[in-house]
């Protein structure tokens, strides 16, 4: 018998936010899994656009995902509801810069991702 843990991840990448919200960087964080094989299918056919058409479909692509790809995160409503991954992937969005350092860390550490430079010998 095997017992499959399906919150468990081969890649995942914890990004540092609290300096957006005038905290040390390290007290507010969202933290990203891989995507699945039909989002990253989706993505792959972003590498054959042009740059312009690149940058634009990537940025579409991660606002339609986003929700889905937060596994973590300590951001608040209020006291005591934490907000839901739609309205973080909103928040985050909200904040152009935030959105870019999101994406940046979650390209870096997810190989999937057109853009980015592999890591090779």
């Known amino acids: 018998m095997v017992v499959v843990d ?3 991840y081969l890649v995942t990448a914890r990004v540092p936010i609290g300096r957006f919200f005038d905290v040390p960087d390290d007290d507010a964080y ?3 899994r891989e995507a699945d094989i039909q989002s990253t299918l989706e993505l792959e056919k972003a590498k054959s656009l042009d740059e312009s058409s690149q940058i634009e479909e990537c940025v579409g692509w991660f606002r339609r995902h986003l929700p889905d790809l937060i596994i973590g995160h300590n951001l608040y409503r209020t006291e005591d ?3 839901t991954s739609s309205e973080v992937t909103e928040l985050i ?3 152009s810069q935030m959105m870019l350092d999101v ?7 997810v190989g999937f991702i057109p853009g980015r430079k592999s890591k090779g010998p």
């Not at 994406?103 to 550490?109: G, H, I, S, V």
């Open 6 to 8: 399906k919150r468990k």
């Open 103 to 109: 994406w940046m860390a979650y390209r870096e550490k």
């Open 93 to 95: 969005f909200d904040k």
């Open 81 to 83: 509801q934490p907000m």
């Open 30 to 32: 969202v933290e990203l």
